[in-house]
């Protein structure tokens, strides 16, 4: 047979396909869920969460994964997919809350509702919104850095870079908490550079010559802390500073065990995925949502740590999303 | 050697060598068939109109590919300099409305004869140029975003930008209309101009080419120029997506762009282009992405199997070339 007639031949199927296929439908529900960077501590637990949730509730769940925080087209372009395969609702987790928008409110406009989680798209037609409650993250952290510290001296504080919300949120818990409940301790110094453990590293170097007689740091993260207790130990202090911090990786595990970190706030990250799941079969299902769920914090320390109930929390560790 | 340069202009034209680009097509039509059978919705016209939506930045990206590829060289700094236009842009429109727009190409063309220059008339190797200018501007695109955020387009361009996207033609989008007329002009320019003829004769033999007196030089400046140029309307068409100028997107565009160029029938010895086949190869990556947003797949294992199909597309055009070349032989 001639080349050309195979073309037409698979045109010609292609067509027959296009048409049929429109009429294939199945009863089952189709959940779509679009995170930034599914290799990332928090988004793998936040997506066990969400499919162990799925297979409970007995729904068919698409995970897609965008690469990176940075990959903002790429997520775009995924939510465009989960539109054109017509999913009864959309889980999403965005790159960057503004530039998703459009097409999360293009889905909303096509009939498909969508549930923010986390970091969600800027919209005010959201079916529902996951989160943690951040504030009492850090109001948690406060209360047991101050009682560490007999509620005096001074306090050095790394709260993240600009314009992340959750960590805002963090760091003003915190210090309202720290002014309301411990007067007698001062918050001498904040960085607002750090993000990553090497940073971590060198700013609290950097704030351990400029203030000999700190007595306790604030971390927004666990990575963060992993780089002040590194500095600490390097400068010979650990046994007079106490370091407080957010989030439980395997790391942050080992740091309470050892004795370097006096607490950690957490959040629920597999509850929020639950949560997320059973919101987006409401909407599915057109019932009525709750606008918000905010699951509360915990306080993990080195005494509780070994009870403290981890399911809800972190993932599995041999879990591959 | 001259020779081997007028034996690849006239494959260009024979029908054989028409046909020994017909991997991209093929695979093209194999992946459509095989996801719309296998997933619901799929080969829905809806879907078609969404595939086309989204393959317009890497289709832009991988013609870019092609015509430096064309004259022996390659460009992995088109995913930083998509994304330095993209800001450029954004911020051009905030000032000066949705003509700003235009600053988005300019960019892209002024980055690519940078590189043009530095490849053709410096002589630098196009991995270190390209790399350089790769660095030089992701790093431009972070500094004047305020640190790597998004830089968000307001008020009423916004809506003309997300208009543009979502807006369709006898159900095509506009932004695909927009990739086809590109193609399309950038046909006509390497087929039926001189100076994009010329290009075919540099990247034959660049040497042969400087002796008959061909300005090679300028041909350099030309096929990077175009390619910078091609790369800032990728960042047009994001730009119209997201509505924002993305600082810290395109990383990692420009590989499946090269891949796009080769699985399109480019010979990285140089010398080949089509930009038709090149076309087939984009729409057919999209299908094989979009039709693993659509499967329920780990995404990770989608990874592996977007991996493998390049590879084997790869493969595919290199025996249909093979078996070509014997036939042709006997």
């Known amino acids: 047979m001639s080349f050309r007639k195979n073309i037409k031949r698979g045109s010609a199927m292609l067509v027959g396909l296009l048409m049929m296929s429109g009429i294939a439908n199945s009863e089952e529900l189709t959940i779509g869920l679009s995170v930034p960077a599914m290799a990332t501590g928090f ?68 009939g498909i509702p969508i549930i923010g989680f986390s970091s969600p798209p800027s919209t005010d037609k959201l079916a529902s919104y996951i989160g943690a409650d951040h504030y009492d993250m850090g109001r948690l952290q406060a209360q047991c850095l101050g009682t560490a510290m007999g509620g005096k001296g001074k306090v050095a504080m790394l709260s993240f870079i600009e314009g992340q919300i959750w960590a805002e949120y963090r760091a003003n818990g915190f210090k309202e908490t720290l002014a309301a409940e411990f007067p007698d301790i001062s918050i001498v110094a904040e960085n607002r550079l750090a993000t990553t453990r090497a940073q971590g590293i060198t700013a609290s170097e950097d704030l351990l010559q400029r203030f ?24 010979g202090r650990d046994d007079k500073i106490y370091v407080a911090t957010s989030n439980l990786s395997p790391v942050a595990q080992q740091m309470l065990t050892d004795g370097d970190l006096v607490c950690t706030s957490i959040q629920k990250i597999v509850g929020q995925g639950r949560s997320a799941l059973r919101e987006a079969v409401k909407a599915a299902k057109g019932l009525e949502n709750e606008p918000a769920v905010i699951l509360p914090a915990v306080l993990v320390n080195p005494e509780n740590l070994a009870t403290t109930d981890l399911s809800e929390v972190v993932a599995p560790m041999d879990y591959r999303p | 050697m001259m020779t081997n340069v007028s034996t690849t ?45 989204q393959f317009g930045p890497l289709a832009l990206l991988a013609l870019g590919q092609m015509c430096v590829i064309l004259v022996r060289g390659f460009d992995i700094s088109v995913g930083a300099v998509l994304a330095l ?29 940078l590189n043009g220059i530095l490849v053709g008339l410096l002589s630098i190797p196009p991995i270190i140029a390209t790399l350089g200018m790769l660095l030089f501007a992701r790093g431009l695109a972070l500094l004047i975003s305020n640190n790597g955020q998004v830089v968000l387009v307001t008020g009423a361009p916004q809506m003309q930008l997300l208009d543009f996207s979502f807006g369709q033609f006898l159900s095509i989008p506009y932004s695909a209309l927009l990739t086809f007329g590109v193609f399309l002009a950038v046909a006509i320019f390497l087929k039926r101009m001189r100076a994009g003829r010329r290009l075919f004769l540099i990247g034959g033999d660049p040497e042969a080419a400087r002796l008959v007196g061909t300005p090679v030089t300028r041909g350099f400046v030309l096929a990077y120029g175009l390619c910078g140029a091609l790369a800032g309307l990728a960042a047009v068409l994001i730009l119209t997506k997201t509505g924002a100028g993305l600082p810290t997107d395109g990383v990692g565009m420009e590989l499946n762009a090269i891949a796009a160029a080769v699985i399109g029938g480019s010979l990285l010895t140089g010398g080949v282009a089509s930009p038709l086949r090149v076309l087939f190869a984009a729409l057919f990556i999209q299908v094989v992405q979009s039709g693993l947003s659509f499967s329920a797949v780990s995404p990770y294992a989608g990874e592996v199997v977007m991996g493998l199909v390049i590879l084997i597309a790869g493969l595919l055009d290199q025996i249909t070339r093979r078996k070509l070349q014997t036939i042709t032989m006997h």
């Not at chain 1, 054109?84 to 928008?101: M, P």
């Not at chain 1, 000999?212 to 400068?235: H, M, N, Q, R």
């Not at chain 2, 842009?89 to 892209?108: D, K, S, Y």
């Open chain 1, 43 to 110: 988004w793998t637990s936040a997506t066990y969460g969400v499919e162990k949730e799925a297979e409970l509730a007995g729904v068919k769940l698409i995970k897609l994964d965008a690469g990176a925080d940075t990959n903002v087209a790429q997520q775009v372009s995924q939510i465009g997919d989960l539109i054109q395969r017509r999913v009864d609702a959309i889980i999403i987790g965005a790159t960057n809350g503004d530039a998703v928008k459009p097409m999360a409110e293009r889905a909303i406009a096509a």
């Open chain 1, 212 to 235: 000999p007689d700190l007595g306790g740091f604030y971390t927004t993260i666990d990575e963060l802390a992993a780089g002040t207790v590194t500095a600490i130990k390097a400068a």
């Open chain 2, 9 to 53: 202009t006239a494959q260009q034209w024979s029908p054989t060598g028409i046909l020994s680009g017909a991997a991209a097509l093929i695979c093209l039509i194999a992946a459509s068939i095989g996801f719309s059978m296998a997933l619901p919705n799929f080969g829905s016209p809806g879907n078609a109109a969404n595939i086309l939506l």
């Open chain 2, 85 to 113: 236009s993209s800001v450029t842009a954004a911020l051009a429109i905030e000032q000066f409305g949705i003509f700003g727009l235009i600053a988005a190409p300019l960019t892209g063309l002024a980055l690519g004869i």
